[in-house]
């Protein structure tokens, strides 16, 4: 079983739309959380941090549930900009900084 | 703040050829960074964790005598891939995270290397 589990997409939205996305990961022991973001051929941007009681960030929404491993994010409100790879990012167990990237969730906003 | 540079940003070069792939830490120090390696629609795989001063810890499957690390300063850490071959051609991202900073925190991302062997 892979650490990080994504639903690779791609999700076509339109405009306006909400969309969720959802994450599993494996190690019950991890203790950090992430969404990042990716265009193509590019680096992975922070989009947030998640945290255990849910946290929120202008029209995107995370969430995590520590007790079914599992991570989710929404986006209302969707953006043409928006559109990109999300990578669900946990870190790994008993190796402090040292991170575990999700394949990521492909959108696509279209007019 | 926390600005990480990643040089190059491209390279093409023959099969056989060494390259040096270098990640700078310019406005922060970093006791650790880490770097990954991302194929064509995969997902970012960390390959070592390079630690200043000290040996790098290599991940299962990757060979340490086929990626060189050095983390010579606090604020510089170098990848060589010896003798690249063309299944070396990978987008490699380096990142760092700040002295003192504890693992709740995100880290830092270079901008990548895009390395292509023909």
């Known amino acids: 079983r ?21 994450c599993t990961y494996s190690n019950s022991a991890s203790q950090s959380f992430f969404w990042y973001r990716q265009d193509c051929r590019k680096e992975p941007k922070l989009l947030m941090s998640v945290y255990s009681s849910g946290n929120e960030d202008g029209r995107f929404t995370a969430q995590l549930n520590r007790a079914s491993q599992y991570i989710s994010l929404l986006i209302r409100d969707s953006k043409l900009s928006d559109s990109a790879t999300y990578l669900c990012v946990v870190n790994k167990a008993n190796s402090g900084y040292a991170l575990n990237f999700g394949k990521g969730t492909s959108l696509l906003v279209t007019p | 703040g926390a600005v990480v540079s990643q040089h190059p ?8 050829t060494s390259v040096k ?9 970093a006791t650790t960074m880490f770097w990954y390696r991302q194929f064509p629609k995969q997902s970012l795989m960390l390959m070592a964790t390079s ?15 086929k990626f060189l690390i050095n983390h010579a ?17 990978s987008f490699y991202i380096c990142s760092a995270t700040k002295t003192g900073e504890d693992s709740n925190q995100p880290q830092h991302f270079g901008d990548g290397t895009r390395l292509s062997i023909l």
């Open chain 2, 9 to 16: 940003s491209w390279v093409i070069c023959k099969s056989g």
């Open chain 1, 2 to 22: 892979k650490e990080v589990e994504q639903d690779p997409g791609p999700f076509n939205v339109p405009e306006g739309a909400t969309v969720a996305f959802n």
């Open chain 2, 73 to 89: 300063s606090l604020t510089l850490s170098t990848l060589t891939v010896t003798s690249a071959h063309p299944e070396d051609s």
């Open chain 2, 51 to 65: 630690n200043e001063g000290s040996k790098a810890t290599y991940e299962q499957g990757v060979e340490k005598d």
């Open chain 2, 21 to 29: 792939i270098e990640c700078r830490s310019l406005d922060f120090q």
